[in-house]
């Protein structure tokens, strides 16, 4: 819940705006309650116009969209009794503390979470907290707008990467056998995510239940090789491998760190005088799939997106990964040459002459993984590099 002078809004689900006392207050229609989701996303921030204008309208605005949307704007501080919204030249902001709002709260206590990788209580309590304020699908109300898909899409990915962290937290605490039901159903929603198969078989064999646990890792193995043409990763081997022995206590838990593996190099020098560029390109990243740098040689492009990608590195759940493709000489090497970067394992025997095609395995392999990808260098593949 965030809290706007006497008003309160929820965006972790259904949009909910309710008063002091839990009364609900009424946005009336769908473009005004688009234009508070689309504030609301970046409370305390200045909204340009035009992005306003997209979120609201689409690729379809109306003639005169500025004043329509001066229009909302005012039917908005009326809903919300006068509500602090900022008016600016270049556009709008809601004048709040980006953490009375549900969502801002959410990131703040998931990165809370990761600083206290050594302190599985504190850990698991800021992540509980976090995890608690969801009471649905992300921005529901919004669900079919294009313009919104990457911010749904990050939010449900790092719900489910708190829920990947908390859990092993709660495994730390020696709380295994309380997770078998929960974790039976999250590794039957995400089949591929090895992280809450390894979870599901720590909590079977602390259940008691190690022949389960060895059930479980032969039908993921399976699902591997049938949909990804991949084997199990070193780490859920090594449980299976503990859990056959007998020895589950002294299998390599997974941590935080490990699951945002990253191949970004770091400077030499630091990085001065950019910070606000630094900060307009994570906000693009933030609002879009595709983010291009364009500008002359020797500009500090590259230093720049990967000073970015660092500041982004605790929001992907799979890392961030800088691709070099100057020393690509055929554009048809360039899905190659990301396998390369991502250090993506090979696919299985079994199954590797029906997946040899790179950009095959690589689009199975980034099927169920959410990270950064930064393509340097791809001038002479552009075509290439724009395809993929």
């Not at 002359?296 to 500041?311: D, I, M």
């Not at 395995?361 to 260098?377: G, I, K």
Request: net charge negative; aromatic share 2%.
């Amino acid at each position: 819940m965030g809290r706007i002078g006497s008003v309160q809004i929820g965006m972790l689900g259904p949009l909910e705006v309710r008063d002091d006392d839990g009364a609900s207050i009424d946005v009336a229609g769908a473009r005004l309650r688009t234009l508070l989701i689309v504030l609301a996303l970046d409370a305390g921030r200045l909204v340009p116009t035009t992005q306003l204008v997209d979120g609201i309208w689409g690729d379809d605005p109306p003639a005169g969209a500025a004043n329509a949307l001066q229009a909302l704007v005012s039917r908005l501080r009326r809903a919300l009794s006068g509500s602090a919204i900022e008016s600016h030249p270049a556009g709008y902001r809601l004048a709040i503390d980006p953490d009375t709002v549900d969502v801002s709260r959410f990131e703040r206590l998931v990165a809370s979470g990761r600083t206290t990788p050594g302190d599985a209580a504190a850990t698991t309590r800021a992540l509980r907290e976090g995890l608690a304020l969801w009471r649905g699908p992300a921005l529901v109300e919004v669900a079919d707008a294009a313009f919104f898909q990457a911010q749904r899409t990050r939010l449900e990915e790092l719900r489910l990467a708190a829920t990947e962290e908390r859990v092993d937290a709660d495994l730390r605490l020696g709380r295994g056998a309380e997770l078998v039901t929960e974790l039976t159903a999250l590794v039957a929603e995400h089949p591929l995510r090895e992280r809450l198969v390894g979870a599901l078989m720590r909590a079977l064999s602390e259940a008691g239940r190690p022949a389960e646990a060895l059930t479980v890792y032969e039908r993921t193995r399976q699902t591997l090789a049938d949909q990804l043409g991949a084997d199990p990763s070193p780490e859920l081997s090594a449980v299976h491998i503990a859990v056959l022995r007998g020895q589950i206590d002294k299998a390599p838990a997974p941590t935080v760190q490990a699951a945002r593996r990253t191949n970004l190099r770091t400077p030499l020098t630091s990085f001065v005088g950019r910070d606000a560029d630094v900060a307009t390109v994570s906000e693009l990243v933030d609002d879009y799939r595709l983010t291009t740098l364009v500008g002359p040689g020797g500009f500090g492009k590259t230093r720049l997106a990967v000073e970015v990608s660092r500041a982004l590195l605790d929001m992907m759940p799979d890392g961030a990964w800088l691709v070099e493709l100057a020393s690509v000489a055929n554009g048809t090497d360039v899905p190659a040459a990301v396998l390369a970067a991502m250090d993506l394992r090979e696919p299985s025997l079994a199954v590797r002459e029906v997946a040899e095609d790179p950009l095959d395995r690589l689009v199975a392999a980034l099927r169920s993984r959410s990270a950064l990808l930064v393509l340097d260098n791809c001038e002479h593949v552009i075509d290439d590099a724009a395809a993929l």
